[in-house]
């Protein structure tokens, strides 16, 4: 085999590869985690056998395709902060950050199963989240316009928690709300004075 044709090979596995995934993104999102394998491979159009070598398990796939939404919206940041005020650019990446969540509600059993066999994928995934979210703020903060005291997890953790009502077609306003809520709490002068109210 020439270097040539192994290169177009290597090439043509990505395609596929990409289809798969573009496939099962739509049919997770349509019908869930147990969406029809056969179905997705024949959207992709590729045969069953190659989305089995190149994805061993239905929860493999499941990783994959949430892995790559993750890594795909991480790399929005620099983009909306290019394009927007810190701040704007925070709200815009946060409401599309819970639409992301919203849409993988349907696969939640099969991706607790995924990353339940990989502690160190968890937390690498927990990591580019988090590391998204640091860039946000830092430049909120560099700008004058977040408080400089938040950390990025406990802001991930705020939005995980709206995730849970904003995957409510009926309650989309109220998590709207709790939204604008913690983007008021992120504001410069909301500090409080350290006590609890009670």
Request: proline residues 3%; glycine residues 10%.
């Amino acid at each position: 085999m020439t270097e040539k044709t192994a290169r177009r090979m290597r090439a043509d596995a990505q395609v596929n590869q990409d289809r798969v995934l573009a496939a099962a993104t739509r049919a997770f999102a349509r019908d869930g985690a147990d969406a029809s394998l056969r179905e997705i491979a024949k959207d992709a159009g590729v045969g069953i056998g190659t989305l089995y070598r190149r994805f061993a398990t239905r929860e493999d796939l499941v990783w994959a395709v949430y892995r790559g939404e993750v890594d795909r919206i991480c790399d929005t940041v620099p983009d909306l902060l290019a394009r927007h005020p810190p701040v704007t650019a925070l709200r815009a990446w946060m409401e599309a950050f819970l639409g992301f969540l919203a849409e993988k509600r349907g696969m939640a059993d099969a991706l607790k199963a995924a990353l339940g066999t990989d502690e160190d994928q968890r937390l690498e995934t927990r990591g580019l989240i988090t590391c998204a979210l640091a860039n946000l703020l830092a430049a909120g903060v560099a700008a004058g316009r977040l408080r400089p005291d938040v950390a990025a997890l406990d802001v991930m953790m705020a939005l995980g928690g709206i995730s849970l009502i904003a995957g409510e077609p009926e309650r989309h306003d109220q998590a709207a709300r709790l939204l604008d809520l913690l983007m008021a709490g992120l504001r410069p002068g909301s500090e409080g004075d350290g006590k609890q109210v009670r």
